[in-house]
T-cell receptor, first 109, second 113 residues
Framework: EDQVTQSPEALRLQEGESSSLNCSYT??????LFWYRQDPGKGPEFLFT???AGEEKEKERLKATLTKKESFLHITAPKPEDSATYLC??????????FGSGTKLNVKP | NAGVTQTPKFRVLKTGQSMTLLCAQD?????MYWYRQDPGMGLRLIHY???????AKGEVPDGYNVSRLKKQNFLLGLESAAPSQTSVYFC????????????FGPGTRLTVL
């Protein structure tokens, strides 16, 4: 059965304290894994798409990586404005997206 | 470009009432989606459309109907609202092919009493 799990559910960091968010997935014939950022009261905002194991993408303080079973979102020297919920969504070979429940990140100044 | 817009932003219904949520996109996208988001759960797909005049069921379609009469609009209807339909509803759209990135609207918070 296709599924996705994100951990931890919540993460509190001090400004400048680097960490990683995990997205574990089991999908049939992965056709892309998507990362989104969601601010309170808003819709998800696209960050990255990864298509194959070993692929990495970076944007400012964020770097996403992909293996055959997991994806990580690494946050380097985070700032308070990075506080948000981060969602991952693998897509299977039937074009179905499976959204995780997210990791709520809180960065304290 | 406004991107994806949703109307209304908030709504309170009584059990048994009906309503329609409107999603509009100005990006000429072929695909449109309706999701619901509940606390502690990921976004769940309700219905989707791959083009004007077409619709298909998603993961949790019961109690909802949709229509895509115009390419830019995707309507979600609740014929007889139930408390279990209290949720935040998001619409999304994307181009066919390409990067497959979905672009989301700001959401509609619906409460059914």
């Amino acid at each position: 059965e296709d599924q996705v799990t994100q951990s931890p559910e919540a993460l509190r960091l001090q400004e400048g304290e680097s960490s990683s968010l995990n997205c574990s997935y089991t999908v049939s014939g992965l056709r892309g894994l998507f990362w989104y950022r969601q601010d309170p009261g808003k819709g998800p905002e696209f960050l990255f798409t990864l298509y194959s194991a070993g692929e990495e993408k970076e944007k400012e303080r964020l770097k996403a990586t992909l293996t055959k079973k997991e994806s990580f979102l690494h946050i380097t020297a985070p700032k308070p404005e990075d506080s948000a919920t981060y969602l991952c969504a693998p897509r299977n070979n039937f074009n179905k997206f499976y959204f995780g429940s997210g990791t709520k990140l809180n960065v304290k100044p | 470009n406004a991107g994806v817009t949703q109307t209304p932003k908030f709504r309170v219904l009584k059990t048994g009432q009906s309503m329609t949520l409107l999603c509009a996109q100005d990006m000429n996208h072929e695909y449109m989606y309706w999701y619901r988001q509940d606390p502690g759960m990921g976004l769940r797909l309700i219905h989707y459309s791959v083009g004007e005049g077409t619709t298909a069921k998603g993961e949790v379609p019961d109690g909802y109907n949709v229509s895509r009469l115009k390419k830019q609009n995707f309507l979600l209807g609740l014929e007889s609202a139930a408390p279990s339909q209290t949720s935040v509803y998001f619409c999304a759209s994307r181009v066919a092919g390409g990067t497959d990135t979905q672009y989301f609207g700001p959401g509609t918070r619906l409460t059914v009493l």
